[in-house]
């Protein structure tokens, strides 16, 4: 089982930047990746970016350059770091863990972030 408690969400202005942090706790031998992962009103829920155990990131292609997923094993928390940010990133954010073990997720209670023009 594994918890996961998202923090850092707020107001932004548009062109700013914000992070987002996502403290884990729990059993993590079989989770091999963690998530970002956000849903704005009306629309369905996507993946944001991903950080393997490998260290290996995979990132939305419309967001390539503007966020960083980064990962603390030490401190087991994973951050979104969001530089440029628009209207449209307008959302709530949520942080997963993917356990390939049960082939589950684990979700946060998301954050939201709002971006004013």
């Known amino acids: 089982q594994v918890r996961l408690v998202e923090s850092g969400g707020g107001l932004v202005q548009d062109g700013g930047s914000l992070g987002l942090s996502c403290a884990a706790s729990?059993?993590?031998?079989?989770?091999?990746?963690m998530r970002w992962y956000r849903q704005a009103p009306g629309k369905q829920r996507e993946l944001v970016a991903t950080?393997?155990?490998?260290?290996?990131?995979v990132y939305a292609d419309s967001l390539k350059g503007r966020f960083t997923i980064s990962r603390d094993n030490a401190k087991n928390t994973v951050s979104l770091q969001m530089n440029r940010v628009k209207a449209e990133d307008t959302a709530v954010y949520y942080c997963?863990?993917?356990?390939?073990?049960?082939?589950?997720?684990?979700w946060g209670q998301g954050t939201q972030v709002t971006v004013s023009s």
């Open positions: 950080i393997f155990n490998s260290g290996r990131t």
């Open positions: 997963s863990a993917y356990d390939s073990g049960s082939r589950i997720f684990y």
């Open positions: 729990g059993s993590f031998s079989t989770i091999d990746s």
